[in-house]
């Protein structure tokens, strides 16, 4: 299985194609991708709040490339509320999940109401948890996951009150690798890019992967990078062993065999 992360420049305007902007990205990156292999899509890259065509776009997203599409987020418009929604797509076009947004910051509850579908799918065997941006910051949100998550996917659209994005990359970073290593699992955010076109808020762009088997303090989190495309190979033997000899130690709360 390989995480497919983008981190593009996106526009926050009515009318805005983000995903041709996406598409060309992928295009330019030459990524060939398979069927158990993940997109995951940065949270709000579609701004349209009908469900349908949302849904259809990123259907046809996955059917193009052949594989699973984690489809980011929009906000959903239905019986007279407003959620952060997303929905994953397997590659022939089926959705197979819809998830929600299920603690919005406080700011953003002026637009949408909590959500109470909780991202969860298995895909080649993995467990896989989906947490759409603020969500990642709530330990209990992955406590109650069942079964335990060998990924966890956060599609971002990480804001900043600062001038630059070093102080929110670096939150963002450290939690990442604490949540990866502490749980066992990949930890992979797509985000969009610095400085993409916001009303108000900077962008921060702290996409990237965070590997708990890695030895090189370096490659703890490996950002996306400059080309807003990275494709990171998932090796689950490895992780495996990392878990059982986390076991081993005393410093894990996962059972041997579920590695």
Known sequence: MRLILVQPQLRHLAG???????????????VDAVDDDLLLLPERFDLREE???YEED???????????????SHHERREGAAFNAGVVVDPRGNIV?????????ALERQFVSPGNRRGALTVAGRHIVLLICADFWFVDLLLGARPPPDVVLVPALSVTRKTSPAYSRALWKHLAVSRAYEFGTYVGISDWAYPSELPALFTSGVGGLADPTAIDPDKFFVPIGTSGVAVYDLDFEVLGAFRRDRVDRGFFWRSPSSG
Do not use: F, M
Request: aromatic share 4%; net charge positive; glycine share 10%.
């Open 51 to 53: 469900a349908s065509p």
């Open 58 to 72: 990123v259907a046809s997203l996955a059917r193009s490339l052949g594989c699973h599409v984690v489809g980011g």
């Open 16 to 30: 805005t194609s983000n995903l041709e902007t996406i598409g060309h990205l992928l295009q330019s990156a030459h």
């Open 97 to 105: 999940v819809h998830y929600e947004k299920l603690r919005p910051y």
